[in-house]
């Protein structure tokens, strides 16, 4: 059995890295069109930091487990072709800005149709605008091969990806269940998974259910982020906590304690692209008042991150000019280097627009990747790069803490706060950490849903 995947990526490579440990009987390879990408994939410093990915990568990699860009062959070799290509917000023409760009699935398929010499299984493991199947379906029909094509979305979440791929809550398989070639598609890739995953978490749906369930995952998962951060304004006025809230509504069974942590917002590469692919479909199939609903979760989000930044520059008195600002943490969440839409752009854009002197920390991304997100040359005055965070700190009139990243909680905050300008500011966009030790250090503390602190 070959196994190959079109895409290296944040999803392709773990995901297929775990499954070729999973299944050492099966020859997985991983192509990608990006040379440089394949080549950091073959080298010691992997493209996607995830903990525990190395240790995967370097048991199987070059046993049954291959980064290559030689699409062509491994497509044409394969039994079994996973598309996990990125699926971004178009940015042109008809839909630009809401509805996704899938030219990069339609280009597998293609390929796909192109160097095959018999019939495959094409899987889609990409987020896909519910129907997509039916395009890569009409395209690999013009073959006059047996392709058959599933459903099988990603839930993985950036940061703790090897975990949630080892041990999954399920695993969705669409297809065609209403074919005997539909059927035993859906059979040999739950097979592959059964060899670790047990088969009651492997849910099998018709194709454009399966499409959907991801979409829809991931704008409740984002909804309840945006409810919880609409609360936090309001305890910011009233006195209430939100952690305090978010615990006290949380342990209702019904709803649950996960994704209630307040914020500065969400981030990541896919929440809002998947959301504005919801309220596209919504709205092009003239559903105004559902695509309305789901829009709201964005407002939400955007408000969010305003809110913080108008926070920050309030406290210092409505200027932060040339001011020295510690920016702890830049990835959309702690255990990762992904930057992608992280809600650290849109607050330090802020900043700059006021001309702050911004001094970066984050363990896990570089300057260049910064200075990219943030549209700035790495010589800009305003932006200074520091290899720790009492460094960024050192001469500082505020600590904005935007990404969880457990060593800001171990910091030692007395020994901070005597290289700091006074008074000393401390805006925890993360909730995480002990503001009543900062308190009696003497920092001004501002957080999230948190009344005045200071
Ligand atoms: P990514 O941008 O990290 O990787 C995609 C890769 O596909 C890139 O390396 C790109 O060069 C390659 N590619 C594009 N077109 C190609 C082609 N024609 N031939 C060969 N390679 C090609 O994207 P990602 O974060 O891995 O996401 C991939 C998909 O998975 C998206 O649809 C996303 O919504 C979904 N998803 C992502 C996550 C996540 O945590 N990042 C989780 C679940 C699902
Ligand atoms: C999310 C989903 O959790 C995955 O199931 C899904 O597969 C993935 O999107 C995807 O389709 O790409 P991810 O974006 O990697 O995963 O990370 P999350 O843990 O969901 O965090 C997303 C953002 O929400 C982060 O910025 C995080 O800090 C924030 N967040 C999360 C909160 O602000 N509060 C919470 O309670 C949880």
């Known amino acids: 059995m070959r196994i190959c995947c079109i895409g290296a990526g944040y999803v392709g490579g773990p995901t297929m890295a775990v499954m070729a440990r999973k299944c050492p009987d099966v020859r997985v390879d991983v192509v990608d069109i990006d040379a440089a990408r394949i080549a950091a994939w073959n080298g010691d410093c992997l493209p996607v930091f995830e903990p525990g990915l190395a240790e995967v990568v370097s048991e199987v990699r070059e046993k049954n487990l291959f980064f290559s860009t030689d699409v062509d062959s491994c497509v044409r070799d394969a039994d079994i072709v996973f598309i996990s290509v990125n699926t971004p917000t178009k940015t042109y023409g008809y839909g630009a800005g809401r509805a996704s760009d899938i030219s990069f699935v339609e280009s597998c398929a293609r390929k796909i149709a192109e160097v095959s010499k018999g019939g495959k299984v094409v899987v889609e493991k990409s987020t896909l605008p519910v129907r997509t199947a039916e395009v890569i379906r009409s395209i690999l029909a013009g073959s006059g091969m047996d392709f058959q094509v599933l459903s099988n979305p990603e839930f993985l979440a950036e940061g703790s990806a090897v975990r949630d791929l080892e041990n999954p809550d399920r695993v969705l398989i669409g297809g065609d269940d209403a074919s005997p070639g539909g059927r035993a598609a859906i059979d040999l890739l739950s097979s592959i998974y059964e060899r670790w995953v047990d088969p009651s978490k492997i849910i099998k749906t018709n194709l454009w259910s399966s499409e959907l369930s991801k979409l829809t995952a991931n704008a409740f998962l984002a909804q309840r982020i945006s409810s919880i951060n609409a609360i936090s304004a309001l305890c910011e006025i009233t006195g209430a906590d939100v952690d305090e809230v978010a615990r006290a509504v949380g342990s209702d069974s019904r709803i649950g304690s996960k994704f209630l942590k307040s914020s500065i917002g969400f981030g990541g590469s896919c929440f809002k692209k998947d959301l504005l692919n919801l309220v596209y479909l919504c709205e092009h199939f003239h559903l105004a008042e559902a695509a309305a609903y789901w829009r709201a979760v964005l407002d939400m989000n955007r408000y969010q991150k305003a809110r913080f930044s108008r926070k920050v520059l309030d406290s210092l008195f409505g200027n932060i000019r040339s001011k020295r600002i510690a920016i702890f943490g830049f990835s959309f969440k702690e255990n990762t280097n992904d930057t992608r839409e992280s809600p650290a752009i849109d607050v330090c854009a802020d900043f700059l627009n006021e001309h702050a002197h911004l001094a970066f920390y984050d363990p896990r991304v570089s300057p260049k990747q910064i200075c990219a997100e943030l549209g700035v040359d790495e010589n800009d ?74």
């Open 381 to 454: 005055p305003r932006v200074e790069f520091c290899p720790s965070a009492e460094e960024a700190a050192d001469g500082a009139y505020a600590i904005v803490l935007l990404t969880h990243w457990e060593e800001f909680v171990l910091l030692d905050y007395e020994k901070i706060y005597a290289t700091m300008k006074k008074p000393a500011w401390i805006f925890d966009g993360r909730n995480c950490l002990d503001h009543r030790l900062l308190l009696e250090i003497g920092y001004n503390v501002c957080g999230i849903g948190k009344g005045n602190l200071s």
